[in-house]
């Protein structure tokens, strides 16, 4: 892992699921593809990927595009629909916009994010990563900072492997370590352009994770949903088959 300068970037492998625990080298979480030495594009090449899902919006990946090696197919799968994404996706103009805001709209823009939580759990955007799991596919997914559409995504495969929110809320938290240098890198450069604490409090509070997020995606899951299989197969169309398929592929031990 030391060997690796993508931020945030994790292999599912290893994670204990009741059938054993995910196999490693299979699916991937991360945030953008964005190698910076040749020991990181060896790295992406050796990882021997099938596909890259990107959930990021349209002007987001078209803003910084990801570099992946010859042969790995790469698909938009944006998780937000491209009109409400206006002071969510983290483009380069939404975040010179903040620098200019008020508290007040900033505490708007907090209100934007939280409602995204409500969503995520239902967006059609996922169903790429499904396509994949059907195929036992080698494959790595993500947004842009690889911690809130991707944290959703991780989330709704730990699930369908049989994983508890509350292993899937540990998983989601990790985002704060994994990304705590360039968090840090961050707030510096903020410091640089403004020296309004409420400025940096936002910008802080937008580049990690919480766990009021988390619980927001899960009580609404739980509100619309009797269970977690009954939202599984409904929402996002993870029928038990497709389910069985997918831990004889993904689980070091297929179910009796």
């Not at 990882?47 to 010859?70: G, H």
């Not at 938009?76 to 983290?90: K, L, Q, T, V």
């Not at 997020?213 to 169309?237: H, M, P, W």
Request: glycine fraction near 6%; hydrophobic fraction near 40%.
């Amino acid at each position: 892992m030391s060997r690796v300068k993508l931020i945030n970037f994790r292999d599912l492998g290893g994670l204990e699921t009741p059938y054993g625990p995910i196999k490693p080298g299979k699916i991937f979480r991360t945030s953008v593809f964005a190698p910076k030495t040749a020991a990181d594009r060896r790295f992406i090449r050796d990882m021997q990927l099938d596909e890259v899902v990107d959930f990021r919006t349209v002007a987001e990946s078209t803003e910084k595009p990801d570099r992946l090696p010859e042969g790995v197919a790469h698909v938009n799968a944006s998780i937000f629909r491209e009109s409400d994404a206006n002071g969510i996706a983290p483009t380069a103009a939404a975040i010179r916009s903040f620098f200019r805001m008020s508290e007040e709209e900033l505490d708007v823009v907090r209100s934007f994010v939280r409602n995204s939580y409500v969503e995520m759990p239902f967006s059609d955007g996922y169903a790429e990563l499904w396509r994949l799991m059907d195929e036992g596919k080698t494959f790595a997914f993500h947004c842009t900072a690889g911690k809130d559409r991707t944290g959703i995504g991780a989330m709704i495969i730990e699930l369908a492997l049989g994983r508890t929110f509350d292993q899937c809320r540990r998983q989601y938290l990790l985002s704060n370590d994994y990304r705590a240098a360039e968090t840090e890198r961050i707030c510096r450069l903020v410091r640089l352009v403004s020296r309004k604490e409420y400025i940096l409090r936002f910008c802080r509070d937008m580049i990690t994770v919480h766990d009021y997020l988390f619980d927001t995606a899960q009580n609404e899951i739980l509100a619309r949903y009797t269970s977690v299989d009954d939202y599984l197969c409904k929402a996002q169309g993870i029928t038990p088959e497709r389910r069985k398929r997918w831990i004889a592929l993904y689980t070091e031990n297929r179910p009796e």
